[in-house]
């Protein structure tokens, strides 16, 4: 933050922080943004390795909530949703199936199908006449990959890590181009490695989703704008 103030005096920057794997860390997040008029979203937090229920409420739950909410007051806000080819391990996202788990997700299965939940709501929000793109900004080192991997792993794949990983810099360059990208009308745009290609064709498949998330709360009934217009 201090960097960013640096490099742009000119602009004002705030911090807020906030737990998303709880519900009303959400909904003091909304009220703290002060009811102004969010113009772009990228949900970007996530966790890997956690509980399987912590996945499916931070990578999954948390974005559809604070999107829902945030569309509220501003259903021209442009959404990015960063996603992952995780996602391909995945035949369906059952949220229900993760919700209550304490299981360790070690295998990534919730992770792969919370991702390709994350997808299908993209799908979803553009079906409703929002503007919500889907990136994917693949294998990063993070510091969430570096935990997920451990000390050992990291110091043996530490010799690879350049021709293995892309740097947080690279990674960037896709979830950018998202959000900045004005030519995305149509069917819903992927941004991988920097450029737009077609969307996965399973993210389409959102209508079971869409059905559980409303039986859930989390978004009206499929057929109505989730932010309520």
Not at 59 to 83: D, F
Not at 112 to 132: E, V, W
Request: hydrophobic share 45%.
């Amino acid at each position: 933050l201090a960097r960013l103030a640096a490099a742009y005096p000119s602009t004002k920057f705030h911090c807020l922080v906030a737990d998303l794997s709880a519900s009303d860390a959400i909904e003091r997040l909304v009220r703290d943004v002060g009811g102004g008029a969010v113009d772009l979203l990228v949900n970007n937090a996530g966790v890997m390795g956690a509980s399987r229920d912590a996945t499916m409420r931070v990578n999954l739950c948390a974005p559809v909530s604070l999107t829902s909410a945030l569309l509220e007051a501003n259903p021209s806000m442009r959404v990015v949703n960063v996603a992952s080819s995780a996602h391909l391990r995945a035949a369906r996202c059952s949220v229900a199936a993760s919700l209550g788990d304490a299981t360790v997700d070690r295998r990534l299965d919730a992770y792969a199908a919370s991702k390709l939940g994350l997808l299908q709501f993209t799908s979803f929000l553009r079906a409703a006449g929002y503007d919500a793109r889907a990136c994917h900004p693949g294998l990063v080192w993070t510091p969430l990959l570096r935990d997920f991997f451990g000390p050992r792993a990291c110091r043996l794949l530490g010799p690879f890590r350049r021709r293995l990983f892309r740097t947080p810099e690279h990674g960037a360059a896709s979830v950018l181009l998202a959000a900045v990208d004005g030519a995305a009308a149509g069917a819903p745009p992927y941004y991988v490695d920097g450029k737009t290609r077609p969307a996965a064709p399973e993210a389409a498949e959102y209508r079971a989703l869409a059905d559980e998330l409303a039986a859930l709360g989390l978004v009206d009934a499929p057929g109505r704008r989730p932010g309520g217009g």
